[in-house]
Antibody, heavy 123, light 107 residues
Framework: EVQLVESGGGLVQPGGSLRLSCGAS????????MHWVRQAPGKGLVWVSRINRDGTFTTYADFVKGRFTISRDNAKNTLYLQMNSLRAEDTAVYYC????????????????WGQGTLVTVSS | DIQMTQSPSSLSASVGDRVTISCRASQSITKYLNWYQHKPGKAPRLLICAASNLQGGVPSRFSGSGSGTYFTLTISSLQPEDFATYYC?????????FGQGTKVEIK
């Protein structure tokens, strides 16, 4: 069974930085595109960022572009999210998620989710 | 970015009711629409991909339809375990986007 464990969350002041990590076990994460998804308290799921298998292609939601950086170290089986210039509205639980191709349907889906790590941006 | 508008944002229904949730895209996403069920404290569960493809292990009372800009998720006979929040997710563009969610509550 795929296991993803996020870490690095915590309390940070507005304008501050934080780096989230997501360790993968029981599978080789380099075989998968990976995503970060967040959920603010009492709110819905929001897609944040995506990275390809070797880390050479990344995409970001507009509201984090230029502030967040997704990366991966396949040798360590770890995904990262560097978050700079944090704002109160970035307060959320951040999940790392694997992407899976459903070849029979010709599409890709979000598949396995970590348990999430809480980021709180507050003074 | 492609915006996804789900409706309703919440609904109250009884066991046995037929429930339909809609999701509208701000531009055509052809078939690239997935539906997820999310319960508190649990990982979201994929129900349907590519608008209408039911995932293995998902009960047949769930169905999806639509293409282009308008999609629906239907639960033909609501069961107690179906009370949850449902999200659509478009994967057409390089920037994926969720709908804002529909909370299905017990009437």
């Amino acid at each position: 069974e795929v296991q993803l464990v996020e870490s690095g969350g915590g309390l940070v002041q507005p304008g501050g930085s934080l780096r989230l990590s997501c360790g993968a076990s029981k599978f080789t994460s380099s075989n998968y595109w990976m995503h970060w998804v967040r959920q603010a308290p009492g709110k819905g799921l929001v897609w944040v960022s995506r990275i390809n298998r070797d880390g050479t292609f990344t995409t970001y939601a507009d509201f984090v572009k230029g502030r967040f950086t997704i990366s991966r170290d396949n040798a360590k089986n770890t995904l990262y999210l560097q978050m700079n210039s944090l704002r109160a509205e970035d307060t959320a639980v951040y999940y790392c998620v694997t992407e899976r191709s459903v070849t029979t349907a010709g599409t890709d889906v979000l598949d396995s989710w970590g348990q999430g790590t809480l980021v709180t941006v507050s003074s | 970015d492609i915006q996804m508008t789900q409706s309703p944002s919440s609904l109250s229904a009884s066991v046995g009711d037929r429930v339909t949730i809609s999701c509208r895209a701000s531009q055509s996403i052809t078939k690239y629409l997935n539906w997820y069920q999310h319960k508190p404290g649990k990982a979201p569960r994929l129900l349907i991909c590519a608008a209408s493809n039911l995932q293995g292990g998902v009960p047949s009372r769930f169905s999806g339809s639509g293409s282009g800009t308008y999609f629906t998720l239907t639960i033909s006979s609501l069961q107690p375990e179906d009370f949850a929040t449902y999200y659509c997710l478009q994967t057409y563009s390089t920037l994926w986007t969720f709908g804002q969610g529909t909370k299905v509550e017990i009437k």
